[in-house]
């Protein structure tokens, strides 16, 4: 890293900053994309078919995966009528269908439907419609979130643990192959890295067992049910926990090695082992994240082929810079002159990291651009306001690394050789080696002569005594990477809920499609009869929206012959059984031709009974009645 003044750095370091915070305004956490959303349904929901369905079909935004309890029709008894699993419609991914029984009652039946998504995260929801009439049913379809189960608790906390485990394997390696390789022999940097590979591998293992209960919504008991574990390793995302699985393996026997070549005191020619390690892990570090980014979020969506070398370049960039965090604290946190971490060691992570927050910075604005879509999102969907949350933490991040940068240049100029920024007349030359917190070198007596010293390994550690000003300038820099560390791991726990949060985009196309699709009004027409010639016909009845709410209702009356009529007097009150909620009078009045009320007021969703009395003449009425669901306001 340059180690010019501070005040040389701060115009780069505030124009990367503004520039950081205005992207991250959009930034996403690590790679996403759509979950799908139910756009349609046959017979839609709320439907009062005349005729038996022969089958349910459901149509999603984007391919869903099916399992034997994918979809569920329910009898108003609570008895299933569909005998057979769910299979896709005409072969198309998209798509869900069942065949229903034979001869089904009269009344309302219920469709509970779970499926697994094309970015791996189960959705769930269910609907109603009736058979002839509307009936009671007391069918209980769960309506709450696909992750609120044992098993997805248990999932979610396992995928943090994976997130944690590759950020300190993969930043724990980076800073021992690019900044200090000599740290490859201090034990704290050992452990760290097999903490972050045991963390890895034990949370995939649980991952690849949770995943049936966890796409099913089945006990945690099922976790090793022989029928779900083969469904999980035919599927995308089972495959890929197996494949790093697989890579942890060949880490595994990388760092075995290593750990034999240190106790051995072999390293062979160190820039030709040095070279290949770096080659080596940085291909093992992308292959690892692309287990994540193959069968999650980016791997569904807009622009795929994009997505996905874009998420794996944010994975690998949030491990480089939060594992090399962590791995710098523990050795900042030792004491010991002799076992300080030297200060361009400290320098050349302060590079790496800069480096590592640029490419977050840059995936990020492509993330969230892909996942949010507008503004107005960040403020009106779960996915924007969890975001939001993400940005705040982001902007401390920032401000904790900005200290550290200076504090990092400040500690490596005071560690420099005395007067290598000042001219100076020519002079004999004596190198001598002392590392940060050390005692002196003897000096050379040969002027070309370059002394080297325990935990140097030709790394160009040379620095002059730090005295009392590099002492301080180390220990507050240890103190604002502790604290930089701290926020960068509450940024990864907020980061794990994001991937598990429908995007914004992919709320806002769900809402779209379903809006398309849904009736903008509900209309039912009642026949009447007064038992005498001339008094019969019909009444159409039309509720817009008919959602809760302010509504518009339109009465028109037609005779036997479907002309339309002119009566006297039309009355519509609104009653709810169930709640106990009317007569609401809608108070029509006579528009010339038909009956019209524009500020009815429908307090609670369900299904209402609508009463409707006809008067033809000074003593001739009569009243009918007729029911229609009134649905819940619609959702930004």
Known sequence: MPTGSPPARRPSIALVLVAAVLALVFAGAGPASAHAGLSGSDPAEASVLQTEPKHVTLTFTESVSLSDESLRVLSPNN??????????????????????SDKLPQGTY?????????????????????????????AVAGTGSPDD??????????RYVAYTGLALLVGAAAFVLVCWPAAAAVRPVRRLLAVGWLALAASTVALLLLRGPYETGGQVASAFDPEHLGRTVSGRPGAALIARLALLAVAAVLLKRRAVRIERHDDGSPA????RSRLTWAGLALALACTWAAAEHASAG????????????????????LGGLLTLVLLLRRRGNDQDVPASAVGRFSTLAFAAVAVLVGTGVYQSWRQVGSWDALWTTSYGKTLVVKIAAVVLVLCAASFSRRWTARLVNATLPAGENLPLPERERVSALHMVGGPAAP???DPGATPEGPGRGGDGDDTAPPGPRADGHRRALRRTV???????VVVLAITTLLTGTQPSRAAAETVAVASAEEPQAKVVTVPFDMGKAGRRGSVQITLAPGRVGENTVEAVVYTADAGLATVPELRLTLTQEELGIGPLDARLKNQKGYWAAYDLQLPMPGVWTLNITVRTTDIDQVTVHETVRITSPRRP
């Open 79 to 100: 008895e299933r009528v569909n005998p057979r699993p769910a299979q896709h419609a005409d072969g198309k991914q998209n798509t869900a269908r069942v065949e229903l």
């Open 482 to 488: 502790m604290l930089e560390a701290v926020l960068g």
């Open 443 to 445: 000096a050379a007596t």
């Open 149 to 158: 189960t044992a098993a997805g608790r248990l999932y979610a906390i396992f």
């Open 302 to 321: 807009i622009q795929v082929p994009l997505a996905v070398p874009v998420a794996v370049l944010h994975l690998v960039a949030m491990g480089v810079w």
């Open 272 to 275: 030709e082992a040095d070279a």
């Open 110 to 138: 219920t469709v509970a439907w779970r499926v697994v998504s094309a970015d791996g995260h189960p959705i769930s929801g269910a609907f109603v419609f009736s058979v002839g009439k509307t009936s009671g049913t007391v």
